[in-house]
């Protein structure tokens, strides 16, 4: 079994190890990613469906924990200077403060224990297991933000804030989870 620590193979794939510019590029490219991800968006109420938590992941894993966490807070940071960077166009400190705030808040704590849970093992299951936690992390943060925010009952704040995700997130881990795993294996090969 092939580790995938931050020493090792990860680092070597996206060059994060031999430049600050690779490491300036891949931490800036999945910040815009998952900004992107924030536009591509389905209507719900109160919480709409994105791609943001997608590239949250994919930050994670393929940046480390760490390089993972820097970008998503650097997303964060966009958000709050006034780049449109959040769900629907939305920007501002204003919209941590919303509806949404738990959900974005955690996004650099998620990318950071996905960084840290993968670099365990190289194998499908431990890579979806370790984003599993990831979206639990997120899922957990905005659903008791919604509920302090607007909700004030757990049980709705559970239903609209974390289960009805429930069939989207899964589709989203799993892709997330393959497209990483089979990266990391032809990345392996070459080396």
């Given at each position: 079994?092939?580790?995938?620590?931050?020493d090792?193979?990860?680092?070597n794939?996206l060059?994060l190890?031999?430049?600050?510019?690779?490491?300036?590029?891949?931490?800036?490219?999945?910040?815009?990613?998952?900004?992107?991800?924030a536009?591509?968006?389905?209507p719900?109420?109160?919480i709409?469906?994105?791609?943001q938590?997608f590239?949250?992941?994919?930050?994670g894993?393929f940046?480390?924990?760490?390089?993972g966490a820097?970008?998503?807070?650097?997303?964060l940071?966009?958000?709050?200077?006034?780049?449109p960077?959040?769900?629907?166009?939305?920007?501002?400190?204003?919209?941590l403060f919303?509806?949404t705030g738990g959900?974005?808040?955690?996004?650099?704590?998620a990318?950071?224990?996905?960084g840290?849970?993968?670099?365990?093992?190289?194998?499908?299951?431990?890579?979806c297991?370790s984003?599993?936690?990831?979206?639990?992390?997120?899922?957990s943060f905005?659903?008791?933000?919604?509920?302090?925010?607007?909700?004030h009952n757990?049980?709705?704040?559970?239903?609209?804030?974390?289960?009805?995700f429930?069939?989207?997130?899964?589709l989203?881990?799993?892709?997330?989870?393959?497209?990483?795993?089979?990266?990391?294996?032809?990345?392996?090969k070459?080396?």
């Amino acid at each position: 079994m092939i580790s995938l620590n931050q020493d090792a193979v990860i680092p070597n794939i996206l060059n994060l190890n031999h430049s600050i510019k690779a490491k300036v590029f891949w931490i800036s490219f999945f910040t815009i990613l998952t900004a992107i991800g924030a536009q591509i968006e389905v209507p719900n109420h109160p919480i709409p469906f994105t791609l943001q938590t997608f590239f949250v992941l994919l930050a994670g894993a393929f940046l480390g924990s760490t390089n993972g966490a820097i970008s998503l807070a650097v997303y964060l940071f966009a958000g709050m200077l006034g780049l449109p960077v959040f769900s629907h166009g939305g920007f501002g400190i204003a919209k941590l403060f919303g509806i949404t705030g738990g959900y974005l808040l955690s996004f650099p704590i998620a990318a950071f224990v996905v960084g840290s849970l993968i670099q365990k093992y190289n194998n499908f299951i431990w890579i979806c297991v370790s984003m599993f936690v990831g979206m639990i992390i997120i899922f957990s943060f905005g659903t008791l933000y919604l509920n302090m925010v607007m909700v004030h009952n757990l049980k709705q704040a559970f239903f609209s804030g974390f289960l009805i995700f429930s069939w989207w997130d899964v589709l989203k881990i799993f892709s997330a989870a393959a497209i990483y795993y089979e990266f990391s294996k032809r990345i392996t090969k070459q080396n």
